[in-house]
């Protein structure tokens, strides 16, 4: 069974940074996993940010392309969003999620996704 635990979120003035963790319990090797980050704001849906698939290649949603950074530490088992340049847009739970898929791809679909942490939440302040 996979278990992760997010960490990381508070309360940040447009503009600033924070850095998301997702510290993960698996049965097997991490690298075999592929991780992402999505969010969610009230009254919207559940939305991709960023992957990091097991093969290395990487995804973001073109919202957050140039200002976040997803990384992972696979002796840790444990995967990173580094957010910088914040906007209001960008307020909302963040959940990590993780795979061991048959086939290595960054995905930014939540289907593709079996294990959920139960989030951490940014909010932004102007």
């Known amino acids: 069974q996979v278990q992760l635990v997010e960490s990381g979120g508070g309360s940040v003035q447009a503009g600033g940074s924070l850095r998301l963790s997702c510290v993960a319990s698996?049965?097997?090797?991490?690298?075999?996993?592929?991780v992402g980050w999505f969010r969610q704001a009230p009254g919207l849906q559940r939305e991709g940010v960023a992957s990091?698939?097991?093969?290395?290649?990487?995804t973001y949603a073109d919202s957050v392309k140039g200002r976040f950074t997803i990384s992972r530490d696979n002796g840790k088992k444990t995967h990173y969003l580094q957010m910088n340049s914040l906007e209001p847009g960008d307020a909302a739970m963040y959940y990590c999620?993780?795979?061991?898929?048959?086939?290595?791809?960054?995905?930014?679909?939540?289907?593709?996704?079996?294990?959920w942490g139960r989030g951490t939440q940014v909010t932004l302040s102007s």
């Open positions: 990091l698939a097991c093969d290395g290649s990487i």
């Open positions: 698996t049965p097997y090797p991490y690298h075999e996993y592929t």
């Open positions: 999620a993780a795979i061991r898929p048959l086939v290595c791809r960054a995905t930014m679909s939540a289907a593709d996704f079996r294990w």
